[in-house]
């Protein structure tokens, strides 16, 4: 049923409606509203059935490597064709909608941003990470870049980006050196 | 009739076709498919006229000072209603449309770009830029955020939002210190 309502955004947007999904899917639309606010919730839950941008942190790395797996997969999802098309479907309907903003906001966004601070939070437990560091403007720097070249100027999203994307970021998120 | 064209946008998002704007506007059709390729092309032009998010650069100041001026500017476009209502409609066509997209980054963004990467390459010149910095990413990571803040997150877009930017991405980009 996920995997019915990817499609249709796919093909037709996200002006899809409950009736169409359940319609297609084979399901009854009392079960849709009982478990989906909108079809836009609906779908957003479809995107991260399929999309598979992790948002669990892996522990015992360093801060750089754990970023660095999460803006990789981030790439990812952007770039592949299968999961970014009904994401900037999605995505196009936040920016006139506001309750698809608040759903892209609260299902998509809000999850992978905590992850990443999460990251960052431990980071600054560890020593590696500046404890007065704005978290929110750093996780702002990571991806904000990857969502601008997937939907607005097309340009490469790959690990080479990524990675100069790190190494313009984290360098003043360090503490300073302690001396060799 | 550039005012009439985004005060359309405003009200009624990008899907204004040129019949309208020639009614409201009191001008020919003929007039408009002249000058534009596409509504969605005389829209553009009628933000740049009202936006006045400068693109020019201006001279003699500090590679800092010229980036900070431009990300302020872009800061105040992007969170004022009267510019940032009708550039997000825009940028939702651009997500879901290609000819859209194609002309709000000819009209819009590239330019905005060139002047940020222009002040780069002069701080290059002026030895305030590392002449091996990847221009494209740095100007990704200065205005990307702004964009993100402004569509899709909603946190605060201003002075304080762009110095932490910048105070994050541009000591990667200055070459190393020569003491003291």
Chains 1, 2 share one sequence.
């Not at 499609?7 to 009982?34: C, K, M, N, P």
């Not at 098309?85 to 608040?102: I, S």
């Not at 609260?106 to 437990?125: N, S």
């Not at 403007?137 to 999203?157: I, Q, S």
């Amino acid at each position: 049923m996920l995997q019915t309502a990817a499609d249709l955004a796919a093909q037709s947007g996200i002006d899809v409606t409950f009736e169409r999904i359940a319609r297609e899917a084979g399901v009854s639309r009392t079960t849709l509203y009982r478990w989906w606010d909108s079809p836009q919730v609906l779908l957003l839950d479809a995107l991260l059935d399929g999309a598979r941008w992790t948002i669990e942190v892996s522990a015992g790395e360093e801060t750089v490597a754990r970023l660095r797996r999460h803006l990789v997969d981030g790439a990812r999802v952007l770039s592949d064709a299968a999961t970014g098309a009904p994401l900037r479907a999605l995505a196009a309907g936040a920016l006139t909608r506001e309750d698809v903003r608040h759903a892209f906001f609260d299902h998509w966004l809000a999850p992978r941003r905590a992850a990443a601070a999460t990251i960052l939070d431990e980071g600054v437990a560890r020593g590696e990470v500046r404890p007065d560091v704005d978290v929110e403007v750093v996780v702002d720097l990571l991806f904000a870049p990857l969502y601008h070249r997937a939907w607005l100027t097309r340009a490469p999203l790959d690990e080479q980006v990524v990675d100069e994307i790190l190494a313009l970021v984290l360098p003043s998120t360090t503490p300073p050196a302690a001396g060799p």
